[in-house]
């Protein structure tokens, strides 16, 4: 089972089998897995397509739960690439510090002073990507290519919970201690918001959830 489609600004989607009952669609950048990933909630939500799991990678989206996965495969290029806007999900402010041990290290990156991060950071308006590495855990995109930040060389075993950190052009929080390699420039007041598993859904940051920081002094 194999689709493909060409675009000017998205490149291609490939359908591959993933299962009895599912498709992991291949879109080749992030921007067209976003664009697919909304466009499959927007079927979803008007009945249009009978999946119980959509679940957005850096590039791909896994459709999960499918009756006729090759009826899909063949019919998703036609509407895949609709980005709708309406699906967006809601906008969630992040009460943070720039005070991270990393700060310095990331303004010097950049080529600004230390006290400029903060409002670099705080003027983006970032955008769920997608979850993985720990429960909660989302990569939020949204900063701009000027600022693509390397990992740290050595990354540190354990980072503090609520530790806000860059990497490439992804921002990220942690929502609990853990080891990590990304780079530590603020701290999130509240970290427990993140992840609560009696919670529907556990994760606060779902794929499609708008984010914007908001600075504060603890």
């Not at 590039?59 to 609709?82: I, S």
């Not at 806007?85 to 510090?97: D, L, N």
């Not at 006290?115 to 949204?142: K, M």
């Not at 990992?151 to 490439?168: E, M």
Request: aromatic share 8%.
């Amino acid at each position: 089972m194999s689709t493909s489609k060409t675009g000017p600004a998205t490149g291609w989607l490939r359908a591959l089998p993933s299962g009895p009952r599912g498709v992991l669609i291949d879109c080749g950048t992030g921007e067209a897995a976003r664009a697919c990933y909304r466009a499959l909630q927007a079927r979803r939500v008007n009945g249009l397509l009978d999946a119980t799991d959509l679940v957005p990678g850096a590039t791909t989206v896994l459709v999960d739960g499918v009756d006729e996965p090759e009826l899909l495969a063949a019919d998703f290029p036609e509407w895949a690439l609709n980005d709708d806007a309406e699906v967006r999900g809601e906008t969630v402010e992040i009460p943070v510090c720039y005070d991270g041990p990393d700060l310095a290290a990331v303004a010097a990156l950049w080529g600004v002073e230390p006290e400029e991060v903060a409002g670099i950071h705080s003027a983006v308006d970032y955008e769920s990507a997608f979850c993985g590495f720990t429960p909660g855990f989302a990569y939020l995109e949204g900063l701009p290519e000027r600022y693509r930040t390397p990992r740290r060389d050595s990354p540190r075993t354990s980072v503090p919970a609520g530790s806000v950190a860059v990497a490439g052009t992804y921002t990220g929080v942690y929502p609990r201690s853990s080891p990590g390699g990304w780079q530590l420039i603020a701290t999130m007041t509240n970290p427990t918001r993140l992840w609560n598993e009696h919670r529907e859904p556990a994760a606060l940051l779902v794929p499609g959830t708008r984010v914007r920081f908001v600075t504060v002094t603890i």
